[in-house]
């Protein structure tokens, strides 16, 4: 099993430009988030998705969006990119919100 | 006031020390996690526990509900354990959802 995987590994993005970053789970998990970590700081929670379908906002959503179309994907999109998105972005997903989370390598952004 | 708090924040230890790291929170919680963060590389999920003692190897976990503190032991410290040790409760968010609130982490580092 791959587990919980993330694309890109690494970015460098000018202001203003847009990515999206990817991830996938094929562990058939309901529960899949969006975190980021800052230098020192712990994890927030950007976005998260009970299934597919149904999103919802974490404690710092602002400049991102998400989609769940389908079990296996949770990209999350930055569309106006800003310095203050540079940070270490962390996929997870877990059976449901009680069971162990598995998470991604993380991908690690850089904004000029 | 964070809702999951660590301590300490850093420690250095001799390669054969016992490790202990500690974890506070002050909200109602599902299942505490204690996850590993390797330096530059991704999380990986230690433990899981909503009550008593669960042991993997050298690393043990205790969790009293009560006084709301939870703790991770190290015994035997080798170098290869040095990482940051970060502590996440699973807290009900608005209505239909939990998240995952992660304290500060603990950034540990064995010595030869």
């Known amino acids: 099993n791959a587990g919980v995987t993330q694309t890109p590994k690494f970015r460098i993005l000018k202001i203003g430009q847009s990515m999206t970053l990817q991830c996938t789970q094929d562990?058939?998990?309901?529960?899949m988030y969006w975190y980021r970590q800052d230098p020192g700081m712990g994890l927030k929670l950007i976005y998260y998705?009970?299934?597919?379908?149904?999103?919802d906002k974490g404690e710092v959503p602002n400049g991102y969006n998400v989609s769940r179309s389908t079990t296996e994907d949770f990209p999350l999109r930055l569309e106006l990119a800003a310095p203050s998105q540079t940070s270490v972005y962390f996929c997870?997903?877990?059976?449901?919100?009680?069971?162990?989370?598995?998470f991604g390598q993380g991908t690690r952004l850089t904004v000029v | 006031k964070n809702e999951v708090e660590q301590s300490p924040q850093n420690l250095t230890a001799q390669e054969g020390e016992f490790i202990t790291i500690n974890c506070s929170y002050s909200?109602?919680?599902?299942?505490l996690h204690w996850l590993q963060q390797h330096p530059g590389g991704g999380i990986v999920s230690l433990f899981m526990?909503?009550?008593g003692k669960k042991k993997h190897g050298r690393l043990i976990a205790t969790i009293n509900i009560q006084e709301k503190h939870s703790s991770l032991h190290i015994t035997a410290s080798h170098p290869r354990d040095s990482a940051v040790y970060i502590c996440?409760?699973?807290?009900?968010?608005?209505?239909?959802?939990?998240?995952?609130?992660f304290g500060g982490g603990t950034r540990v580092l064995v010595k030869p």
């Open positions: 562990m058939n998990h309901n529960y």
């Open positions: 996440a409760a699973t807290v009900s968010f608005k209505a239909a959802g939990n998240k995952l609130t």
């Open positions: 909200v109602g919680i599902s299942a």
């Open positions: 997870a997903s877990s059976y449901s919100y009680a069971t162990e989370a598995f």
């Open positions: 526990l909503s009550s």
């Open positions: 998705s009970v299934g597919a379908g149904i999103t």
